[in-house]
């Protein structure tokens, strides 16, 4: 059984500060990691994507990922009250047809 | 969740009745998916297609059917709805080689009493 594992949460930080958030995955061959966002009542987008060890930034938000460790992170820099969500982390193993393993995710709540 | 479609949004059955979940997209892609989404146990995945005409189960199948005819459409079928398949579902289908995720529907609140 091939396992994703985050800390549920809730997680709540200020405005402005950095918001960390956390996954380990269990299947070492695991080759593509996702972290998605969902705002309560709609469905999950994609944030981020990364493949290869260190760090990927995209604006506000930077993916890292260590593979001997089998973790992955998401950081959000600035948090602002409209990153409230659920962030779900997803990873993908060679030869699954493409398909998704998903954490139970992250609520994440930042405080005005 | 442009693309991808779902009907219906909300569904209230009885235990023991039968409905199916239809799931249309416009992105010509091959590969779709179902899964069910309940309070902590993020998504899971129910049966996916990888082209049309074929079909595999996923993580929790028992209880549902699928059925892909063509390229656009995948639909989910509970033959006998039990209070346990109260969940939301997501249809979603993969971007292809060019954008390698999954694109999600907006989904279908199904409660069985």
């Known amino acids: 059984q091939k396992e994703v594992e985050q800390n549920s949460g809730p997680l709540s930080v200020p405005e402005g500060a950095i918001a960390s958030l956390n996954c380990t995955y269990s299947?070492?061959?695991?080759?593509?990691f996702f972290w998605y966002r969902q705002y309560s009542g709609k469905s999950p987008e994609l944030i981020m994507s990364?493949?290869?060890?260190g760090d990927k930034e995209d604006g506000r938000f930077t993916a890292q990922l260590n593979k001997a460790s089998q973790y992955v992170s998401l950081l959000i820099r600035d948090s602002q009250p409209s990153d409230s969500a659920t962030y779900l982390c997803?990873?993908?193993?060679?030869?699954?047809?493409?398909?998704?393993?998903f954490g139970s995710g992250t609520q994440l709540t930042v405080l005005p | 969740n442009a693309g991808v479609t779902q009907t219906p949004k909300f569904q209230v059955l009885k235990t023991g009745q039968s409905m199916t979940l239809q799931c249309a997209q416009d992105?010509?892609?091959?590969?779709m998916y179902w899964y069910r989404q309940d309070p902590g146990m993020g998504l899971r995945l129910i049966y996916y297609?990888?082209?049309?005409?074929?079909?595999d189960k996923g993580e929790v199948p028992n209880g549902y059917n699928v059925s892909r005819l063509n390229k656009r459409e995948f639909s989910l079928r509970l033959e006998s709805a039990a209070p346990s398949q109260t969940s939301v579902y997501f249809c979603?289908?993969?971007?292809?080689?060019?954008?390698?995720?999954?694109?999600f529907g907006p989904g279908t609140r199904l409660t069985v009493l």
């Open positions: 997803a990873v993908r193993s060679s030869g699954s047809a493409r398909q998704l393993t």
């Open positions: 299947d070492r061959v695991s080759q593509s």
């Open positions: 990364i493949y290869s060890n």
């Open positions: 992105m010509n892609h091959n590969s």
């Open positions: 297609s990888a082209s049309e005409g074929t079909t």
């Open positions: 979603a289908l993969h971007g292809g080689r060019a954008q390698d995720t999954q694109y």
